[in-house]
Nanobody, 120 residues
Framework: VQLQASGGGLVQAGGSLKLSCAAS????????MGWFRQAPGKERGCIAT????????YYADSVKGRFTITREKVKNTMYLQMNSLKPEDTAVYYC??????????????WGQGTLVTVSS
């Protein structure tokens, strides 16, 4: 199983980025998936999840209304569309699969992380 996260970069505050997480060795549709982020000196935290059943979604309050999590079954890829980015969104973003809820230890598979830097 391999998750490959991509799409990070440097963007100005107010801008947008779209992260991708391509999976090999597993089928997205049968796993709960999530995006997490970790800023320097902070604990890894969940920002969005999408469930295997009906694709229901969860968003952390800090990103609600600005970020959107989706998945494309045909491509076995998950996305995180990030709009109205703020400097406090600066972090390494990780995709994860096969877990439950918002606690990062419950997720079994992880991507390598992609750095998002938002300048003010």
């Amino acid at each position: 199983v391999q998750l490959q996260a991509s799409g990070g970069g440097l963007v100005q505050a107010g801008g947008s980025l779209k992260l991708s997480c391509a999976a090999s060795g597993l089928t997205f549709s049968i796993y709960n998936m999530g995006w997490f982020r970790q800023a320097p000196g902070k604990e890894r935290g969940c920002i969005a999840t999408i469930s295997k059943i009906a694709g229901s979604t969860y968003y952390a309050d800090s990103v609600k209304g600005r970020f959107t999590i989706t998945r494309e079954k045909v491509k076995n890829t998950m996305y995180l569309q990030m709009n109205s980015l703020k400097p406090e969104d600066t972090a390494v973003y990780y995709c994860a699969a096969d877990g439950s809820g918002t606690g990062w230890p419950s997720y079994k598979y992880w991507g390598q992380g992609t750095l998002v830097t938002v300048s003010s």
